[in-house]
């Protein structure tokens, strides 16, 4: 394998390349609160920016603060949350500004062990918190910035399905010391890989840093995880049935139980959804004096 990269070459070409490609997204503005970009990587995980961007607009509208979000009912979250995906998002997210109105005054906090205090809040968003709406010095990890380093540094096609100690470590050596610029480098080798190191099709001729990556110059090798990466199926899954009983109650304030039996046609599979959903919260159910479901609506409190 060819020599590591050096470092100072590595950054200054990354950076100058952010600088000149950049999308303008708006939680990158400055005008942008630090609840405004804790909301942008709560949506962004696992849904593409396109969607993610015109719902972002509309939830800041109505939800500009913790406290605005923390006074709305789950009901009224999971509608503004549509077809964002992985609704359950929608609920911690609510559950942070509860926590954030409860005990920090109602303001994010800028110190990545507060962060991770909060409901639904991993590593990965305290430190891209952090670092983007505080300028601080932290690590960010993402998949597009693990794909990044794992084929500059290691070599290897895609990084492995769960990250190891030695990607923070390599992010670590990388980091530049200065805040400011740390910040900036993180969001850097996020967007390279959004845009040009990318999964299925990466756009070698376009990347700045292509004459230093080391799995370019070892050929490119196949994903040596392949194995254990697949797909996820949506067609006929749980999944499509959940986010099909979903639908249909954001658009009707009450589903009767032979409502809801008309929306999924295997009834062993819509029955083990629905009782998914009432787990996760996500869906309450109406009962009469027997205890007999007559109806399925949004949670209200």
Do not use: K
């Not at 050096?6 to 950049?22: H, K």
């Not at 967007?191 to 990347?207: F, K, S």
């Not at 249909?248 to 589903?255: I, P």
């Amino acid at each position: 394998m060819t020599a590591a990269p050096d470092p100072t070459v590595l950054r200054s070409a990354v950076l100058g390349w952010y600088e000149e490609n950049a999308r303008d997204l708006p939680w990158r503005s400055p005008a942008a609160t630090p609840w405004a970009v804790l909301v942008s990587e709560i949506m962004l995980q696992q849904t593409p920016v396109a969607r993610v961007e015109p719902a972002w607009r509309a939830w800041l509208h109505r939800w500009p603060t913790p406290a605005d979000l923390a006074r709305a009912t789950p009901a009224e979250v999971l509608r503004a949350w549509d077809r964002l995906g992985y609704p359950r998002r929608a609920l911690r997210l609510r559950e942070a500004a509860r926590a954030l109105v409860a005990e920090h005054g109602g303001a994010v906090p800028s110190d990545e062990e507060s962060l991770r205090g909060l409901p639904g809040i991993g590593a990965y968003t305290a430190a891209a918190v952090s670092a983007f709406a505080y300028r601080q010095r932290a690590v960010v990890l993402d998949t597009n910035v693990r794909r990044v380093l794992g084929r500059v540094v290691d070599g290897i096609a895609l990084p492995p399905p769960s990250q190891r100690r030695t990607e923070s470590v390599t992010a670590q050596s990388l980091l530049p010391e200065d805040p400011e610029t740390s910040a900036r480098w993180n969001v850097a080798v996020m967007e390279l890989g959004a845009l040009v190191c990318t999964a299925r099709a990466p756009r070698c001729e376009q990347c700045p840093v292509a004459s230093a990556c080391r799995w370019r110059a070892a050929g490119m090798p196949e994903d040596a995880f392949a194995a254990t990466r697949r797909r996820q199926a949506w067609h006929g899954t749980d999944r499509q049935a959940r986010g099909t009983v979903l639908a249909a109650l954001r658009e009707q304030e009450v589903l009767r139980p032979d409502q809801v039996n008309d929306l999924w046609p295997d009834r062993a599979q819509l029955n083990r959804v629905l009782s998914g959903l009432r787990h996760d919260s996500l869906i309450a159910a109406e009962t009469d004096l027997d205890g007999v479901v007559t109806g399925y609506r949004l949670p209200q409190a």
